[in-house]
């Protein structure tokens, strides 16, 4: 099969397709050929050399997929080869060819391409297991989202208002703004306002219930200003940075929880569960088209350096989709 791998860690430059032998199903996995796969920000990290992948795991890129199941392990006894699906792999999406958990697979929802199902896995159990299992998000409660126009941003936009609850994002152009404001949360250009000021205007002084931030640096200061009383402010990602000096004398009188997480390390029997959750619970909203991935843009698998490029660019709006078998 062929593959994308890098030279050496670095810049997008180091990316290039090789080839290698197509890899075998284990008891509880499925092979999948590989239409296409979502690009995310670990990728980016991974190609750096700063984010290794577990000893376990693929050390080909991609961590999201969609394609046609061509293999099942001894023990898989829900899917059946010729099956249609969407997993987040733990490793081994750059690829024709991926052997996913079968646990960690869900069927594509009807109506949807597979390069629309692509962007689902790693956005969607990346922003259920952290906003509805971590942060307890309920309706009536209100959500701030910085990054709101990333892939992650937006369906956690998506799924808060699905659920009832009411949401503010940042973004740092008036065309992110607009996107924003066009999904039905409240828009705040973080290049332009305070958004701690902004967000005690909106809140009436009363502040955010939970907090997503994949920013980190000095917005985890201003985070605790921005949070209401007995807020969860949970971290993904660190753009700004993780080392900060704080006071953390807001998150004892305001009985704050600060939390963190990846979803890479988490165990397998909790990705099963999101997997489960998500089916119950996601899977007949997107069925309806209450809610959809917004797909910024698709790239041709030999184009993967162009792909990392954009993502880079921060210019994106959703997700950035990569057309391995779709279009061959």
Known sequence: MKYITTKNPGDASQLFIDEAQTPAVKADEVLIRVHAAGINRPDILQRQGLYPPPADASPILGLEVAGEIIACGENVTRWQVGDSVCALVNGGGY????????????????????LEAAALPETFFTV????????????????????GTSGIGIAA???????????IATAGSVEKCLAIEKSGATAINYREQDFVAVIKTITAGQGCNVILDMVGGDYIQRNFSAAAKDARIVNIAFLNGSKVTVDLMPLMLKRLVLTGSTLRAQSAALKARIATELEEQ????L????????????????QIAAAH????????IGKIILAVNAFR
Not at 134 to 141: C, F, I, W, Y
Not at 282 to 285: G, I, Q, R, S, Y
Request: proline content about 8%; overall charge neutral.
């Open 95 to 114: 690829a024709e060819y991926a052997v996913a958990p079968a646990a960690q697979c869900l069927p594509i929802p009807e109506q949807f391409s597979y």
């Open 128 to 147: 259920w297991h952290n906003l509805f299992q971590r942060a307890q998000l309920t309706a009536g409660e209100t959500l701030l989202v910085h990054g």
């Open 157 to 167: 936009i998506q799924l808060a208002q699905a659920f009832g609850a009411t949401v």
């Open 282 to 285: 996601v899977w007949p909203l």
């Open 287 to 302: 069925r309806a088209q209450k809610i959809k991935p917004v797909i910024d843009s698709i790239f041709p698998f030999e």
């Open 309 to 316: 490029l954009r993502m880079e660019s921060s210019r994106h």
